[in-house]
T-cell receptor, first 110, second 116 residues
Framework: DAKTTQPNSMESNEEEPVHLPCNHS???????IHWYRQLPSQGPEYVIHGLTSNVNNRMASLAIAEDRKSSTLILHRATLRDAAVYYCILDTSGTYKYIFGTGTRLKVLA | SAVISQKPSRDICQRGTSLTIQCQVD?????MFWYRQQPGQSLTLIAT?????????ESGFVIDKFPISRPNLTFSTLTVSNMSPEDSSIYLCSVEERRYSGNTIYFGEGSWLTVV
């Protein structure tokens, strides 16, 4: 299965942008890159996904490297409610599996 | 996005018993997934459940321990059999929505099981 690697934890100050990196060097050409986050005591929540081009939605932006071997989730202004574990996963085409890595625990400082 | 309801949301179970977790979706979906999340850990895929076919289990998970039913396109159950304290986890149901812009999965709130 294609794998992703993320830093275990990151900290950010409230109201500042946060850049959460993800490496996926074994990605294949048709794998989508997904980001999910898990708030305390909740199930994972969809954040954003993309294939090749950068993507924006109301929650975040996704910047995908030209070679697709890495991506960055951008929270434009972190709030205390953004404190969560953020998972970067690949939609491995043909296998219909979504395999989660260890994720990045984001701490937002007031 | 799909709305997913899981029952029970929490339970305390006796060692050696079995518990069935239900997952109800508000729309018809082809792919459903069951995950386990042990305390402080990430999610581990248990199996993929498609309507009309047997569930496909990941390495380390077997049907005798985690039998799954998928009787229709909106419902699935996962049974945790002969439970031991090591089975204390959050069990999460998820569904895949297929879109032109790429598929997405959505999760229920999870079933928090404690085995004593």
């Amino acid at each position: 299965d294609a794998k992703t690697t993320q830093p275990n934890s990151m900290e950010s100050n409230e109201e500042e942008p946060v850049h959460l990196p993800c490496n996926h060097s074994t990605i294949s050409g048709t794998d989508y890159i997904h980001w999910y986050r898990q708030l305390p005591s909740q199930g994972p929540e969809y954040v954003i996904h993309g294939l090749t081009s950068n993507v924006n939605n109301r929650m975040a932006s996704l910047a995908i490297a030209e070679d697709r071997k890495s991506s960055t989730l951008i929270l434009h202004r972190a709030t205390l409610r953004d404190a969560a574990v953020y998972y970067c996963i690949l939609d491995t085409s043909g296998t219909y599996k979504y395999i989660f890595g260890t994720g990045t625990r984001l701490k937002v400082l007031a | 996005s799909a709305v997913i309801s899981q029952k029970p949301s929490r339970d305390i179970c006796q060692r050696g018993t079995s518990l069935t977790i239900q997952c109800q979706v508000d729309s018809q979906v082809t792919m459903m997934f069951w995950y386990r999340q042990q305390p402080g850990q990430s999610l581990t895929l248990i199996a993929t459940a498609n309507q009309g076919s047997e569930a496909t289990y990941e390495s380390g998970f077997v049907i005798d321990k985690f039998p799954i039913s998928r009787p229709n396109l909106t419902f699935s159950t996962l049974t945790v059999s002969n439970m031991s304290p090591e089975d204390s986890s959050i069990y999460l149901c998820s569904v895949e929505e297929r879109r032109y812009s790429g598929n997405t999965i959505y999760f229920g709130e999870g079933s928090w099981l404690t085995v004593v």
